[in-house]
């Protein structure tokens, strides 16, 4: 069974704190993922990377960094945590096979809360 | 750019009830078009996918069909299950700057009562 796992399901920090989320998948896929999903804005691209040291600003890369030395794995962090980085975050991963419909595989979430 | 606007939710209904729910989109290009379902506390799962014109994507007694004209993918069942209570997203994926990036909607909550 195809697997996309998250370090976390559940995360509380304190601000300034430097945060790292890890994702990790088994289906040997070049692309990969963070979101960070709200309440009525559903979900919102925070980076992508289509090859290992590859990366790519999404909608929303302000206050984030992103690390991929591994094909199966990218990291999201958070430099120095602030409230409004409270959120759900989820990533995934692609097939990259230069056609638009490979569907997107995603792990469970983690919840991230910065007090 | 790319932009996918689904009906706001939440949708209410009762079990065995039809649902639909809109979605219409605007692409630069002929994208692929699906549908993810989320369940409380897990994440997105595909739903079902379409990828060209009038395809009909399936699965679970769910279905959408790529409607270029209207620019349209609309989501249906013919008769909802308490278990069909999640929150579902529409999404597109086209080729822009190179990259095959996603584009999702904001999401509709549907509750199923018995």
């Known amino acids: 069974d195809v697997k996309v796992t998250q370090s976390s399901r559940y995360l509380v920090k304190r601000t300034g704190e430097k945060v790292f989320l890890e994702c990790v998948q088994d289906?040997?896929?070049?692309?990969m993922f963070w979101y960070r999903q709200d309440p009525g804005l559903g979900l919102r691209l925070i980076y992508f990377s289509y090859d290992v040291k590859m990366k790519e600003k999404g909608d929303i890369p302000e206050g984030y960094s992103v690390s991929r030395e591994k094909k199966e794995r990218f990291s999201l962090i958070l430099e120095s945590a602030s409230t409004n980085q409270t959120s759900m975050y989820l990533c995934?991963?692609?097939?990259?096979?230069?056609?638009?419909?490979?569907?997107?595989?995603f792990g469970p979430g983690t919840r991230l809360t910065v007090l | 750019g790319d932009s996918v606007t689904q009906m706001e939710g939440p949708v209410t209904l009762s079990e065995e009830a039809f649902l639909t729910i809109n979605c219409t989109y605007t692409a630069t290009g002929y994208p692929s078009l699906f549908w993810y379902v989320q369940y409380p506390g897990e994440g997105l799962q595909l739903l079902l996918k379409a990828t060209k014109a009038d395809d009909k994507g399936s699965n679970k007694g769910f279905e959408a069909t790529y409607r270029k004209e209207t620019t349209s993918f609309h989501l249906e069942k013919g008769s909802v299950q308490v278990s069909d209570s999640a929150v579902y997203f529409c999404a597109l994926s086209d080729l822009s700057g190179g990259s095959y990036i996603p584009t999702f909607g904001r999401g509709t909550s549907l509750i199923v009562h018995p």
């Open positions: 289906m040997d896929h070049e692309n």
């Open positions: 995934a991963s692609s097939l990259s096979s230069g056609n638009t419909y490979n569907e997107q595989f």
